[in-house]
């Protein structure tokens, strides 16, 4: 009878250790974070800072996989069409998941705003107005002057179209009522590159891809977007000084694909606000010009809606469409 209760025992204890080293594996498989944008910029940097404390938190290796590309949507069509268990994730932006949804023509293979939601975010990028060391302005007031008396005489620099940087821009016109001139280039270097060089009048772009070159003194900032950049330069005045309420800031967090579970949200969202409490973290992302601020799913779902509703009013308004 034991030798037959043995017998039966053993398949049983096959499928069970099979089952387990399934289990094991699949526990050991690195959790994907998509970022669609190249390696060395700042976000890329903001996202390798949050898998490693994520890997801590998770219990399982995460690894950032840079899917360059259609203005970040070739990452988010992954993710939107990946694994919804929490093992396939978007590190995303104010661009591909605000913008993009608005801009007419725009030729999109996922919609953001139904096949991605927001997780948390982990901080704000905060923007400011720069000009080139030799540039004539001296301060905002003298730009806005000249910008008024001088319609389409000034040019400004920003990565492409539909940019934060170029609705940004849009919107200070519009406030301003003053008639600039959009000069597009492809990505953030180029654009610094004739900012530097003197071939464009200025730009407003988020200070961590310019905070090294204001303080080498390459750059010059003439003004701040909003109040976050206070903590990098206390002394410079608001662009809303001349622009009443004028504000301008982006954004980076985690997204994933409609229909993750409730509980992997809470899970991911534990994991940003630790790495969002770190000490180590924190330091990095302020030496390089980026703010960490903390939202869970439900405040950054909020800030998405705004967004896309002021976003939508910019681009109305100056006609801006899709290239």
């Not at 003053?178 to 492809?186: C, E, F, L, T, W």
């Not at 900032?221 to 206070?230: V, Y």
Request: proline content about 6%; some cysteine.
């Amino acid at each position: 009878m034991r030798r037959r209760m043995l017998v039966f025992a053993l398949p049983t204890l096959g499928l069970a250790l099979v089952a387990l080293t399934l289990q094991t594996a699949t526990a050991q498989q690195p959790v994907r974070m998509l970022y669609g944008f190249a390696a060395g910029g700042s976000g890329d940097l903001a996202a390798r800072l949050l898998a490693d404390v994520a890997s801590r938190e998770l219990g399982q290796r995460v690894v950032v996989e840079n899917r360059t590309g259609a203005n970040g949507m070739i990452a988010a069509e992954a993710a939107a069409r990946g694994p919804t268990d929490g093992s396939n994730v978007l590190f995303c932006t104010t661009g591909n998941m605000t913008i993009v949804t608005e801009l007419p023509g725009a030729q999109l293979p996922i919609n953001p705003a139904t096949d991605l939601i927001g997780i948390g975010q982990l901080l704000r990028s905060t923007f400011g107005l720069v000009v080139g060391k030799d540039s004539p302005y001296r301060s905002i007031q003298d730009l806005v002057a000249d910008a008024r008396a001088h319609p389409g005489k000034l040019s400004y620099a920003t990565p492409g179209v539909g940019s934060v940087q170029h609705l940004s821009t849009e919107l200070l016109g519009q406030k301003l009522a003053a008639q600039m001139v959009h000069v597009p280039y492809r990505g953030s270097q180029a654009a610094l590159q004739d900012l530097i060089a003197g071939r464009t009048s200025f730009s407003i772009t988020n200070l961590g891809d310019v905070i090294s070159h204001i303080r080498s003194g390459q750059l010059r900032l003439l003004a701040l977007g909003d109040p976050l950049g206070k903590r990098f330069f206390p002394d410079a005045p608001m662009i809303a000084e001349v622009a009443p309420g004028f504000e301008t800031y982006a954004w980076f967090g985690l997204c994933g694909p409609t229909g993750m579970p409730d509980a992997a949200v809470k899970r991911w969202e534990k994991a940003i606000k630790a790495a969002v409490d770190d000490p180590t973290v924190s330091q990095k992302l302020l030496e390089n010009g980026m703010v960490p601020a903390f939202a869970d799913s439900a405040a950054l779902k909020k800030t998405m809606e705004d967004n896309r509703r002021g976003y939508r009013e910019v681009i109305r308004a100056a006609n801006i469409k899709a290239e």
